[in-house]
């Protein structure tokens, strides 16, 4: 009986699948910081039965942007990993 061999995956695929990992969690990273610099971008208060909110638009912008960048990263290793 010939010796069963193993079905491994040559090490440059190995690598591959490793690198689009890495960069699949870097994008959930940076989409969920997002996700809280957007919700801490806006304040609200209450002075003498009046509410009042602020909201800080360049800490809104930055949020878009990190939520961005993170989803850009996840399909970037999401197609790293799926490319052969």
Request: aromatic share 6%.
């Amino acid at each position: 009986m010939p010796p069963r061999r193993s079905r491994q995956l040559p090490r440059e695929a190995t690598l591959q699948k490793l690198l689009g990992m890495i960069i699949v969690i870097g994008g959930i990273a940076l989409a969920v910081y997002g996700i809280i610099l957007f919700g801490d971008s806006g304040e609200s208060a209450s002075f003498l039965g009046i509410d009042v909110s602020m909201q800080d638009n360049d800490m809104r912008m930055q949020s878009f942007m990190f939520m961005g960048l993170g989803l850009v990263a996840l399909v970037g290793g999401l197609l790293v990993m799926k490319k052969r």
